[in-house]
């Protein structure tokens, strides 16, 4: 979905340091949720938003934290990168409402750890 | 806690064969359940949804699934394969209590020609 951008698509970076990826949305979701992706794990929820300044863990939160100081903006940041942290990283946003509430996601960031 | 399983990482179909992808969920409520694709090297895209309005859900690109109570099932088929279809395809439950999907492992389709 064009209305959801991540940056940097793809970075590398050594063990210990911290990493700060960003989604953006033009789409005024209310909701907006950071995933990783790894074979054979399909998608596990990291962290997720349901307003500004307003977040909650997912299954898979340890090593990781979140901010969102404005709608468009959900920061994911890994305080201390780990080989285990290597992945594919998927935003995405959802509206309000009770009508099936399909999820809209970015093109992905592919994190290399080394 | 809700959940879907889908059965086999990898299927693969001959061009113009009949796609069947295999979802089972499991749910003690209602669900609401989806089927996205996704395209090497892209993010998710949602073929179609099941919301309780029918049982036989229409999507995109000549893609449909039936929802089964009896059986907990949501297979996703499709008459004939194409080789654009292939893909890594998705199946997924709301969870209950919060806007959150729950993702299974996925199924990659494979088309020959």
């Known amino acids: 979905d064009a209305g959801i951008t991540q940056s940097p698509r793809h970075k590398v970076t050594e063990t210990g340091t911290p990493v700060t990826l960003r989604c953006h949305q033009t789409?005024?979701?209310?909701?907006m949720y950071w995933y990783r992706q790894d074979p054979g794990h399909g998608l596990r929820l990291i962290h997720y938003?349901?307003?500004?300044?307003?977040?909650d863990k997912g299954e898979v939160s340890d090593g990781y934290s979140v901010s969102r100081s404005k709608t468009e903006d959900f920061l994911l940041t890994l305080e201390s990168a780990t080989s285990s942290q290597t992945s594919v990283y998927f935003c995405a946003g959802g509206f309000a409402g009770e009508a099936g509430h399909e999820q809209y996601f970015g093109p992905g960031t592919r994190l290399t750890v080394t | 806690a809700q959940s879907v399983t889908q059965l086999g990482s990898h299927v693969s179909v001959s061009e113009g064969a009949l796609v069947l992808l295999r979802c089972n969920y499991s749910?003690?409520?209602?669900?609401?359940l989806f089927w996205y694709v996704q395209y090497p090297n892209q993010g998710l895209q949602l073929l179609l949804k099941y919301t309780s309005a029918a049982t036989l859900v229409k999507g995109i690109n000549g893609f449909e699934a039936e929802f089964k109570k009896s059986e907990t099932s949501f297979h996703l088929t499709k008459p004939s394969a194409h080789m654009s279809d292939a893909a890594e395809y998705f199946c997924?439950?709301?969870?209950?209590?919060?806007?959150?999907?729950?993702f299974g492992t996925g199924t990659r389709l494979l088309v020959s020609p």
């Open positions: 789409e005024n979701h209310r909701y």
């Open positions: 997924a439950v709301r969870n209950t209590g919060f806007q959150k999907l729950v």
């Open positions: 749910s003690s409520v209602p669900p609401y």
């Open positions: 938003s349901y307003g500004v300044k307003d977040t």
